[in-house]
C-alpha cells in the first residue's frame, strides 16, 4: 500500500509540474502574442546550408528570456544558409525562419543562449537581429566546430555589404 501511494505521490507531482510548465509556456506566447510575423523564406533560393541544431531565439541581451511565439524558441536540428537575402534556418519539425539582410545586425560566439549551455565561450553562433522593433539574438550551434569561424565570417561579411 505504500509502494502504490508513494507511485501515486510521484505521479500527482511529475502531472503538476507538466501543467505548471505548460501553462507559464502559454502565459509567455500571450504576453508575446504582439510580435508580428515573420518574413516569408524566399522560394527561389537554393543555398546550401551548414547542419547543426537551431537552438532558439531570445530577448537581445536576456539568454533566458525565449521568443515563444511563431515557433522561435522551438529547438530543432536544422542547417544554416546564408544568401545575399539574409539567414535562411531550413529546420525539421518547425517552421523555417528567415532573417533578411537588412535586419541582421550583429554577430558572435557565445556559451550559451536558452536551451544550451557549450563548454567553451565559442562554441554557439549568436545572430542578433531587429523584428518589429525589438532586438533578438538567434543561437545556432553547428554540428562541426570548424565551421563555426567560417559562418561568423560569412555573416559579419553579410552586414558589412548591407551597410
Known amino acids: 500500500m505504500k509502494t502504490v501511494l508513494g507511485i501515486a505521490g510521484t505521479l500527482l507531482v511529475i502531472?503538476?509540474?507538466?501543467?505548471?510548465?505548460?501553462?507559464?509556456?502559454?502565459?509567455?506566447?500571450?504576453?508575446?502574442?504582439?510580435?508580428?510575423p515573420l518574413p516569408t523564406v524566399p522560394g527561389d533560393d537554393r543555398t546550401e546550408g551548414i547542419e547543426g541544431v537551431y537552438v532558439a531565439t531570445t530577448t537581445a541581451g536576456d539568454w533566458m528570456d525565449r521568443i515563444a511565439v511563431h515557433e522561435l524558441g522551438v529547438r530543432s536540428n536544422a542547417d544554416l544558409a546564408v544568401s545575399p537575402a539574409g539567414l535562411i534556418f531550413h529546420r525539421q519539425g518547425a517552421a523555417d525562419v528567415f532573417i533578411p539582410v537588412g535586419h541582421l545586425t550583429g554577430v558572435r560566439t557565445d556559451k550559451g543562449i536558452a536551451g544550451k549551455v557549450t563548454a567553451d565561450r565559442s562554441g554557439l553562433l549568436v545572430v542578433t537581429w531587429q523584428h518589429d522593433g525589438r532586438d533578438l539574438d538567434t543561437g545556432f550551434r553547428p554540428r562541426h566546430k570548424a565551421d563555426t569561424a567560417a559562418l561568423t565570417a560569412s555573416i559579419t561579411t553579410l552586414i558589412g555589404a548591407e551597410k
Open 15 to 36: 502531472a503538476v509540474a507538466y501543467y505548471a510548465m505548460l501553462r507559464g509556456w502559454r502565459n509567455r506566447k500571450a504576453r508575446q502574442a504582439d510580435l508580428a
